[in-house]
Protein backbone atom coordinates (compact mmCIF):
# COMPACT_ATOMS: atom_id res chain seq x y z
CA UNK A 1 0.00 0.00 0.00
CA UNK A 2 1.48 3.51 -0.98
CA UNK A 3 1.07 6.45 0.88
CA UNK A 4 0.75 9.64 -0.96
CA UNK A 5 2.47 12.68 0.58
CA UNK A 6 0.05 15.40 2.44
CA UNK A 7 -0.71 18.30 0.35
CA UNK A 8 1.09 21.47 1.50
CA UNK A 9 -0.68 24.55 3.14
CA UNK A 10 -0.10 27.64 0.98
CA UNK A 11 -0.02 30.48 3.26
CA UNK A 12 0.69 34.42 2.19
CA UNK A 13 3.66 36.26 2.85
CA UNK A 14 3.22 39.45 5.19
CA UNK A 15 4.02 41.13 1.99
CA UNK A 16 1.87 39.68 -0.43
CA UNK A 17 -0.86 39.90 2.20
CA UNK A 18 -0.35 43.82 2.51
CA UNK A 19 -0.39 43.85 -0.99
CA UNK A 20 -4.25 42.15 -0.73
CA UNK A 21 -5.39 44.06 2.22
CA UNK A 22 -7.54 47.29 2.02
CA UNK A 23 -5.55 50.28 3.48
CA UNK A 24 -6.75 53.99 4.26
CA UNK A 25 -5.97 56.79 1.84
CA UNK A 26 -3.52 58.97 3.84
CA UNK A 27 -3.86 62.98 4.13
CA UNK A 28 -0.76 64.78 3.57
CA UNK A 29 -0.21 68.33 5.40
CA UNK A 30 2.81 70.47 4.46
CA UNK A 31 3.54 73.90 5.88
CA UNK A 32 6.67 76.39 6.19
CA UNK A 33 8.68 77.03 9.36
CA UNK A 34 9.22 80.23 10.10
CA UNK A 35 9.02 83.19 12.38
CA UNK A 36 5.61 85.30 12.83
CA UNK A 37 4.70 88.52 11.50
CA UNK A 38 4.28 89.47 14.85
CA UNK A 39 0.09 91.67 14.85
CA UNK A 40 -0.21 90.55 11.19
CA UNK A 41 -3.60 88.97 11.31
CA UNK A 42 -4.69 85.97 9.25
CA UNK A 43 -7.12 85.87 6.78
CA UNK A 44 -10.37 85.31 8.43
CA UNK A 45 -9.45 86.36 12.23
CA UNK A 46 -9.49 89.35 14.14
CA UNK A 47 -6.85 90.20 16.94
CA UNK A 48 -8.61 90.55 20.19
CA UNK A 49 -7.54 93.39 22.93
CA UNK A 50 -6.50 90.35 25.53
CA UNK A 51 -4.52 88.38 22.54
CA UNK A 52 -2.91 90.22 20.46
CA UNK A 53 -0.62 87.59 19.15
CA UNK A 54 -3.11 84.94 18.78
CA UNK A 55 -2.70 84.71 14.93
CA UNK A 56 0.93 84.89 15.38
CA UNK A 57 0.89 81.68 17.11
CA UNK A 58 -0.28 79.28 13.72
CA UNK A 59 1.52 77.84 10.91
CA UNK A 60 1.17 79.89 7.90
CA UNK A 61 -0.84 78.86 5.23
CA UNK A 62 1.27 79.66 2.20
CA UNK A 63 4.77 79.72 1.88
CA UNK A 64 5.80 83.49 2.16
CA UNK A 65 8.30 85.48 0.81
CA UNK A 66 11.07 83.78 1.02
CA UNK A 67 15.23 84.89 -0.29
CA UNK A 68 18.45 83.83 -1.25
CA UNK A 69 20.36 82.70 1.61
CA UNK A 70 17.39 81.50 3.93
CA UNK A 71 16.85 78.05 5.60
CA UNK A 72 13.61 76.58 4.43
CA UNK A 73 12.28 74.25 6.35
CA UNK A 74 8.65 72.96 5.82
CA UNK A 75 6.80 70.80 8.23
CA UNK A 76 5.33 67.48 6.84
CA UNK A 77 2.36 65.27 8.57
CA UNK A 78 0.92 62.07 7.07
CA UNK A 79 -2.58 61.80 8.76
CA UNK A 80 -4.06 58.34 8.81
CA UNK A 81 -8.44 59.92 9.04
CA UNK A 82 -10.03 56.97 9.04
CA UNK A 83 -10.48 54.92 12.90
CA UNK A 84 -11.15 51.74 11.05
CA UNK A 85 -8.23 50.72 8.67
CA UNK A 86 -4.62 51.08 8.96
CA UNK A 87 -2.76 52.57 6.34
CA UNK A 88 -0.50 50.00 4.68
CA UNK A 89 3.24 50.38 3.49
CA UNK A 90 3.95 53.95 3.74
CA UNK A 91 6.60 55.47 1.96
CA UNK A 92 7.51 59.22 1.66
CA UNK A 93 9.85 60.75 -0.68
CA UNK A 94 10.55 64.64 -0.89
CA UNK A 95 12.62 66.65 -3.33
CA UNK A 96 12.86 70.29 -4.22
CA UNK A 97 12.98 71.44 -7.22
CA UNK A 98 15.04 74.34 -8.30
CA UNK A 99 15.76 76.18 -11.89
CA UNK A 100 18.44 74.23 -12.41
CA UNK A 101 18.77 71.05 -10.20
CA UNK A 102 16.44 68.40 -8.10
CA UNK A 103 17.59 67.86 -4.60
CA UNK A 104 16.32 64.93 -2.66
CA UNK A 105 15.62 65.98 1.40
CA UNK A 106 16.48 63.17 3.37
CA UNK A 107 14.41 63.53 6.97
CA UNK A 108 13.97 60.81 9.98
CA UNK A 109 11.23 59.17 7.97
CA UNK A 110 13.45 57.83 5.61
CA UNK A 111 14.66 55.55 8.76
CA UNK A 112 11.47 55.22 10.01
CA UNK A 113 9.86 54.81 6.33
CA UNK A 114 11.45 51.99 5.19
CA UNK A 115 10.91 48.46 2.96
CA UNK A 116 7.53 49.56 2.19
CA UNK A 117 7.09 47.71 5.56
CA UNK A 118 5.55 51.10 7.80
CA UNK A 119 2.22 50.78 9.00
CA UNK A 120 0.38 53.76 10.29
CA UNK A 121 -2.62 52.96 13.00
CA UNK A 122 -6.01 54.12 12.58
CA UNK A 123 -6.37 58.01 13.49
CA UNK A 124 -2.71 58.04 13.88
CA UNK A 125 -0.32 59.77 11.95
CA UNK A 126 3.71 60.27 11.74
CA UNK A 127 4.89 63.68 10.83
CA UNK A 128 8.93 65.27 10.06
CA UNK A 129 11.12 68.42 9.28
CA UNK A 130 12.67 69.05 5.99
CA UNK A 131 15.18 72.00 5.36
CA UNK A 132 17.75 73.19 2.73
CA UNK A 133 19.73 76.49 2.39
CA UNK A 134 18.24 77.72 -0.89
CA UNK A 135 20.87 78.92 -3.25
CA UNK A 136 19.70 80.30 -6.45
CA UNK A 137 16.53 82.50 -7.25
CA UNK A 138 13.32 82.02 -9.28
CA UNK A 139 10.52 79.51 -9.05
CA UNK A 140 11.12 76.30 -6.62
CA UNK A 141 8.61 73.30 -6.47
CA UNK A 142 8.34 70.71 -3.03
CA UNK A 143 7.49 67.57 -4.69
CA UNK A 144 6.03 65.16 -2.03
CA UNK A 145 5.46 62.10 -3.01
CA UNK A 146 3.43 59.36 -0.01
CA UNK A 147 3.31 55.87 -1.18
CA UNK A 148 0.75 52.92 0.32
CA UNK A 149 0.02 49.64 -0.16
CA UNK A 150 -4.29 49.03 -0.91
CA UNK A 151 -4.63 46.45 -3.46
CA UNK A 152 -1.70 47.04 -5.15
CA UNK A 153 0.63 50.38 -4.46
CA UNK A 154 -1.00 53.32 -4.48
CA UNK A 155 0.62 57.08 -5.03
CA UNK A 156 -0.38 60.21 -3.25
CA UNK A 157 1.47 63.16 -5.07
CA UNK A 158 1.56 66.72 -3.96
CA UNK A 159 3.69 70.14 -5.21
CA UNK A 160 3.81 73.23 -3.69
CA UNK A 161 5.10 76.15 -5.82
CA UNK A 162 7.11 78.91 -4.43
CA UNK A 163 9.63 81.94 -5.81
CA UNK A 164 12.55 82.73 -4.02
CA UNK A 165 13.82 86.45 -4.45
CA UNK A 166 17.43 87.84 -4.01
CA UNK A 167 17.37 90.16 -1.23
CA UNK A 168 21.23 91.53 -1.08
CA UNK A 169 22.80 92.25 -4.83
CA UNK A 170 26.70 91.86 -4.69
CA UNK A 171 29.23 93.32 -6.52
CA UNK A 172 33.02 93.11 -6.67
CA UNK A 173 36.09 95.56 -8.23
CA UNK A 174 39.69 93.88 -7.82
CA UNK A 175 42.92 95.81 -8.10
CA UNK A 176 45.88 94.07 -8.42
CA UNK A 177 48.89 95.12 -5.78
CA UNK A 178 51.49 92.90 -6.93
CA UNK A 179 52.87 89.74 -8.46
CA UNK A 180 50.78 87.94 -5.69
CA UNK A 181 48.47 90.87 -4.14
CA UNK A 182 45.40 91.29 -4.68
CA UNK A 183 42.71 94.82 -3.15
CA UNK A 184 39.13 93.18 -3.66
CA UNK A 185 36.06 95.80 -2.88
CA UNK A 186 32.87 94.15 -1.98
CA UNK A 187 29.22 96.43 -2.24
CA UNK A 188 26.69 94.83 -0.99
CA UNK A 189 23.06 96.53 -1.58
CA UNK A 190 19.82 95.99 -0.40
CA UNK A 191 17.49 95.28 -3.31
CA UNK A 192 14.47 94.39 -1.30
CA UNK A 193 10.96 96.16 -2.06
CA UNK A 194 10.14 98.87 0.40
CA UNK A 195 7.63 98.10 2.72
CA UNK A 196 5.84 100.73 5.91
CA UNK A 197 6.18 97.63 7.92
CA UNK A 198 9.89 97.69 7.99
CA UNK A 199 9.73 94.08 6.18
CA UNK A 200 12.61 95.13 3.96
CA UNK A 201 15.08 95.98 6.28
CA UNK A 202 18.43 93.90 6.47
CA UNK A 203 21.07 93.48 8.85
CA UNK A 204 24.57 92.91 7.72
CA UNK A 205 25.88 90.42 10.51
CA UNK A 206 29.05 89.76 8.75
CA UNK A 207 30.85 89.97 5.44
CA UNK A 208 33.74 87.50 4.76
CA UNK A 209 36.12 86.42 1.73
CA UNK A 210 36.49 83.08 1.56
CA UNK A 211 39.67 82.29 -0.91
CA UNK A 212 40.71 79.25 -2.67
CA UNK A 213 43.38 76.62 -1.86
CA UNK A 214 46.87 78.85 -1.40
CA UNK A 215 45.08 82.13 -0.98
CA UNK A 216 44.99 84.25 2.40
CA UNK A 217 42.21 86.88 2.69
CA UNK A 218 42.02 90.02 5.84
CA UNK A 219 39.34 92.49 6.16
CA UNK A 220 41.02 96.12 5.56
CA UNK A 221 39.81 98.72 8.46
CA UNK A 222 39.21 102.52 7.27
CA UNK A 223 38.82 102.90 11.18
CA UNK A 224 42.14 102.57 12.31
CA UNK A 225 42.02 104.33 15.45
CA UNK A 226 45.15 104.13 17.79
CA UNK A 227 43.84 107.09 20.18
CA UNK A 228 43.49 104.60 23.50
CA UNK A 229 47.06 103.77 23.30
CA UNK A 230 48.27 107.48 23.30
CA UNK A 231 45.65 108.35 26.82
CA UNK A 232 48.01 109.07 29.80
CA UNK A 233 46.76 108.02 32.95
CA UNK A 234 45.04 111.60 33.83
CA UNK A 235 42.53 111.22 30.38
CA UNK A 236 39.34 110.67 31.04
CA UNK A 237 38.76 107.45 28.99
CA UNK A 238 35.30 107.44 28.82
CA UNK A 239 34.79 111.03 27.45
CA UNK A 240 37.56 110.15 24.60
CA UNK A 241 35.68 107.20 24.30
CA UNK A 242 32.11 108.75 23.81
CA UNK A 243 34.01 111.75 21.95
CA UNK A 244 35.67 109.51 19.58
CA UNK A 245 32.35 107.31 18.74
CA UNK A 246 29.43 109.12 17.44
CA UNK A 247 26.05 107.75 17.15
CA UNK A 248 26.40 108.26 13.24
CA UNK A 249 29.45 105.94 13.45
CA UNK A 250 27.47 103.57 15.43
CA UNK A 251 24.30 103.67 13.17
CA UNK A 252 26.91 103.04 10.42
CA UNK A 253 29.21 99.88 12.23
CA UNK A 254 25.44 98.03 12.68
CA UNK A 255 25.28 96.91 9.46
CA UNK A 256 21.99 97.95 9.01
CA UNK A 257 20.40 98.55 5.28
CA UNK A 258 17.14 99.98 3.95
CA UNK A 259 15.83 99.34 0.92
CA UNK A 260 18.19 100.71 -1.97
CA UNK A 261 21.06 101.55 0.93
CA UNK A 262 24.49 99.66 0.33
CA UNK A 263 27.74 99.29 2.32
CA UNK A 264 31.15 98.65 0.98
CA UNK A 265 34.13 95.99 2.43
CA UNK A 266 37.43 95.65 1.31
CA UNK A 267 40.14 92.69 1.54
CA UNK A 268 43.50 92.25 1.04
CA UNK A 269 43.86 88.90 -0.53
CA UNK A 270 47.74 87.68 -1.06
CA UNK A 271 48.94 84.14 -1.34
CA UNK A 272 49.54 82.23 1.40
CA UNK A 273 51.73 78.71 0.81
CA UNK A 274 54.95 78.92 -1.13
CA UNK A 275 53.39 77.50 -4.36
CA UNK A 276 50.52 80.17 -4.64
CA UNK A 277 53.67 83.20 -3.82
CA UNK A 278 55.99 81.73 -6.21
CA UNK A 279 53.88 81.30 -9.07
CA UNK A 280 52.04 84.64 -8.57
CA UNK A 281 48.24 85.74 -9.46
CA UNK A 282 47.92 85.85 -12.86
CA UNK A 283 44.88 86.90 -15.08
CA UNK A 284 41.88 84.43 -15.12
CA UNK A 285 42.88 83.16 -11.40
CA UNK A 286 40.11 82.43 -9.42
CA UNK A 287 40.27 84.34 -6.36
CA UNK A 288 36.98 83.03 -4.10
CA UNK A 289 33.93 84.42 -3.02
CA UNK A 290 32.30 87.10 -0.86
CA UNK A 291 29.86 85.60 2.04
CA UNK A 292 27.24 87.96 3.54
CA UNK A 293 25.42 86.51 6.95
CA UNK A 294 22.42 88.96 6.78
CA UNK A 295 19.53 88.79 9.12
CA UNK A 296 15.93 89.55 8.31
CA UNK A 297 13.18 92.24 10.00
CA UNK A 298 11.84 88.79 12.07
CA UNK A 299 15.05 87.71 12.74
CA UNK A 300 15.31 85.58 10.03
CA UNK A 301 18.88 84.84 8.85
CA UNK A 302 20.53 83.92 5.93
CA UNK A 303 23.97 83.13 4.17
CA UNK A 304 24.14 84.36 0.48
CA UNK A 305 27.21 83.95 -1.85
CA UNK A 306 28.95 86.02 -4.21
CA UNK A 307 29.73 84.48 -7.48
CA UNK A 308 33.28 83.47 -8.07
CA UNK A 309 35.76 86.47 -8.04
CA UNK A 310 38.88 86.48 -10.63
CA UNK A 311 42.11 88.20 -11.01
CA UNK A 312 41.41 90.87 -13.60
CA UNK A 313 44.28 91.60 -16.48
CA UNK A 314 46.58 94.31 -16.24
CA UNK A 315 46.64 97.88 -17.24
CA UNK A 316 48.05 97.14 -20.19
CA UNK A 317 46.53 94.19 -21.31
CA UNK A 318 43.35 95.74 -20.61
CA UNK A 319 42.00 97.54 -23.97
CA UNK A 320 39.20 99.61 -22.27
CA UNK A 321 42.14 101.28 -19.83
CA UNK A 322 43.53 104.43 -21.15
CA UNK A 323 44.98 105.40 -18.08
CA UNK A 324 48.80 106.94 -18.67
CA UNK A 325 49.71 105.29 -15.19
CA UNK A 326 50.69 102.01 -14.22
CA UNK A 327 50.41 100.46 -10.83
CA UNK A 328 53.83 99.01 -9.45
CA UNK A 329 53.78 95.40 -9.33
CA UNK A 330 50.83 95.12 -11.50
CA UNK A 331 50.89 91.62 -12.55
CA UNK A 332 52.08 92.23 -15.92
CA UNK A 333 55.40 89.71 -15.63
CA UNK A 334 53.18 86.97 -13.86
CA UNK A 335 50.40 87.27 -16.63
CA UNK A 336 53.10 86.95 -19.17
CA UNK A 337 54.43 83.71 -18.09
CA UNK A 338 50.83 82.22 -17.40
CA UNK A 339 50.07 82.96 -21.01
CA UNK A 340 53.69 81.33 -21.92
CA UNK A 341 52.37 78.13 -19.83
CA UNK A 342 49.66 78.07 -21.65
CA UNK A 343 51.33 78.22 -25.06
CA UNK A 344 53.49 75.51 -24.30
CA UNK A 345 50.93 73.08 -22.45
CA UNK A 346 49.36 73.79 -25.82
CA UNK A 347 51.94 72.93 -28.00
CA UNK A 348 51.61 75.92 -30.14
CA UNK A 349 54.58 77.88 -31.24
CA UNK A 350 55.61 81.58 -29.71
CA UNK A 351 54.26 83.95 -31.94
CA UNK A 352 51.25 81.75 -34.04
CA UNK A 353 49.00 83.00 -31.53
CA UNK A 354 48.74 86.91 -32.30
CA UNK A 355 47.74 89.27 -29.76
CA UNK A 356 48.37 86.86 -27.73
CA UNK A 357 49.85 88.42 -24.06
CA UNK A 358 53.55 86.82 -24.24
CA UNK A 359 53.38 87.82 -28.11
CA UNK A 360 53.32 91.25 -27.66
CA UNK A 361 55.47 91.04 -24.46
CA UNK A 362 58.16 87.94 -25.17
CA UNK A 363 60.49 89.97 -22.69
CA UNK A 364 59.33 92.30 -19.35
CA UNK A 365 60.88 94.48 -16.98
CA UNK A 366 59.93 95.04 -13.97
CA UNK A 367 61.25 97.32 -11.12
CA UNK A 368 62.22 95.47 -7.53
CA UNK A 369 60.81 97.36 -4.48
CA UNK A 370 60.96 100.76 -6.79
CA UNK A 371 60.78 103.82 -4.55
CA UNK A 372 57.42 105.79 -4.00
CA UNK A 373 59.23 108.70 -3.04
CA UNK A 374 62.14 110.74 -5.05
CA UNK A 375 64.48 114.33 -4.08
CA UNK A 376 64.91 116.88 -6.64
CA UNK A 377 68.16 116.06 -8.32
CA UNK A 378 69.50 113.13 -6.34
CA UNK A 379 70.05 109.60 -7.84
CA UNK A 380 68.49 107.19 -6.99
CA UNK A 381 69.52 103.01 -7.98
CA UNK A 382 66.94 101.03 -9.38
CA UNK A 383 66.76 97.33 -10.16
CA UNK A 384 65.13 95.88 -13.21
CA UNK A 385 64.32 92.19 -13.30
CA UNK A 386 64.19 91.33 -17.09
CA UNK A 387 62.48 88.21 -18.27
CA UNK A 388 62.32 85.88 -21.09
CA UNK A 389 59.03 84.39 -21.70
CA UNK A 390 59.83 83.27 -24.84
CA UNK A 391 60.54 79.66 -26.19
CA UNK A 392 63.97 80.65 -27.62
CA UNK A 393 67.52 81.97 -25.80
CA UNK A 394 67.30 85.75 -26.39
CA UNK A 395 70.52 87.90 -26.74
CA UNK A 396 69.76 91.33 -24.91
CA UNK A 397 70.06 94.85 -24.55
CA UNK A 398 68.21 97.37 -22.26
CA UNK A 399 67.95 101.12 -23.14
CA UNK A 400 66.48 103.79 -21.64
CA UNK A 401 65.58 106.08 -23.85
CA UNK A 402 66.02 109.97 -22.90
CA UNK A 403 63.51 111.30 -25.69
CA UNK A 404 60.51 109.37 -24.15
CA UNK A 405 61.32 110.27 -20.80
CA UNK A 406 59.97 112.50 -18.34
CA UNK A 407 60.38 114.55 -15.06
CA UNK A 408 62.50 111.26 -14.29
CA UNK A 409 65.03 110.71 -16.57
CA UNK A 410 68.70 107.95 -17.18
CA UNK A 411 71.58 109.22 -15.03
CA UNK A 412 74.83 107.57 -16.68
CA UNK A 413 74.62 104.72 -18.82
CA UNK A 414 71.51 104.43 -20.88
CA UNK A 415 72.33 101.15 -23.26
CA UNK A 416 73.43 98.36 -21.03
CA UNK A 417 73.89 94.79 -23.13
CA UNK A 418 72.58 91.62 -21.07
CA UNK A 419 73.82 89.05 -22.65
CA UNK A 420 72.40 86.09 -23.34
CA UNK A 421 69.00 85.00 -21.12
CA UNK A 422 67.43 81.69 -21.18
CA UNK A 423 63.77 81.23 -22.73
CA UNK A 424 60.59 79.96 -20.54
CA UNK A 425 61.47 82.61 -17.57
CA UNK A 426 65.19 82.96 -17.85
CA UNK A 427 65.83 86.21 -16.16
CA UNK A 428 68.36 88.82 -15.17
CA UNK A 429 68.45 91.52 -12.09
CA UNK A 430 70.26 95.26 -13.45
CA UNK A 431 71.05 98.30 -11.44
CA UNK A 432 70.14 101.09 -13.29
CA UNK A 433 70.20 105.05 -11.70
CA UNK A 434 67.70 107.41 -12.02
CA UNK A 435 67.10 111.77 -10.83
CA UNK A 436 64.59 113.65 -10.35
CA UNK A 437 64.50 116.76 -12.97
CA UNK A 438 61.43 118.12 -12.05
CA UNK A 439 58.85 117.99 -9.12
CA UNK A 440 55.99 116.29 -9.40
CA UNK A 441 54.09 112.90 -10.25
CA UNK A 442 55.61 111.22 -12.74
CA UNK A 443 55.37 107.98 -14.66
CA UNK A 444 59.00 105.91 -15.08
CA UNK A 445 58.82 105.15 -19.04
CA UNK A 446 61.16 104.83 -21.62
CA UNK A 447 62.72 101.25 -21.27
CA UNK A 448 62.99 99.46 -24.53
CA UNK A 449 64.42 95.63 -25.02
CA UNK A 450 66.21 95.04 -28.06
CA UNK A 451 66.76 91.44 -29.52
CA UNK A 452 70.52 92.00 -30.67
CA UNK A 453 70.36 89.16 -33.38
CA UNK A 454 67.10 89.82 -34.61
CA UNK A 455 66.38 93.36 -34.00
CA UNK A 456 63.59 93.45 -32.15
CA UNK A 457 62.49 96.14 -30.31
CA UNK A 458 60.09 95.27 -27.51
CA UNK A 459 58.52 98.46 -26.12
CA UNK A 460 57.64 98.08 -21.95
CA UNK A 461 54.73 100.08 -20.37
CA UNK A 462 55.30 102.39 -17.63
CA UNK A 463 57.74 100.89 -15.02
CA UNK A 464 56.17 102.86 -11.54
CA UNK A 465 54.90 106.06 -10.81
CA UNK A 466 56.97 107.92 -7.71
CA UNK A 467 56.24 111.42 -6.27
CA UNK A 468 58.85 113.97 -6.76
CA UNK A 469 59.43 115.97 -3.58
CA UNK A 470 60.79 119.78 -3.17
CA UNK A 471 63.64 119.82 -1.01
CA UNK A 472 63.79 120.78 2.47
CA UNK A 473 63.46 124.42 2.70
CA UNK A 474 65.48 124.62 6.14
CA UNK A 475 68.24 122.45 4.45
CA UNK A 476 68.61 124.69 1.81
CA UNK A 477 69.44 127.78 4.22
CA UNK A 478 71.81 125.62 5.96
CA UNK A 479 73.37 125.19 2.53
CA UNK A 480 72.78 129.05 1.38
CA UNK A 481 74.70 130.05 5.35
CA UNK A 482 77.33 128.02 4.73
Not at 91 to 116: F, G, Y
Not at 135 to 157: C, D, F, W
Not at 378 to 406: E, F, G, I
Amino acid sequence: MSSQPAPMAVSATPSSRDDILPSSTPTLKVMRLQAPQLGQPSAGQLLSSTHLLSSSLMLPDSFGTIHVGETFSAYLGVLNPSFDLPVRGLTVAVQLQTPSKRIVLPSRLDDEVSHNSRDVDPGGGIDAIVSRRLEEAGQHILRVEVGYMSNGAKTLRKFYRFNVAVPLNITEHVIRGGESKCLVSITVENVMEKSTSGVGNVTISSVGFETVTGLISKPVSLDDDNDLDKVTSETNLLSLTSNRRSALKLFDSCGRLEPGESSKYLFYVTAESEAAALRGIAFGDELGQACVTYQKAMGESGKIYSSTIVCPPTAFADSKSNSKFVVHGSGLSVDVAAASAQRSSSGRRNGTESGSLDDLLPVTVEPIDPPSRMKLSVPQKVSLLVVNHSARPMTLQLQMRLPNMNGVVICGQSFITLGEIPPSGGSYTIDVNLIALVAGLFSVQGCYIVDMNSGMEIQQPALFNVFVELPDKSLEEKKTMQ
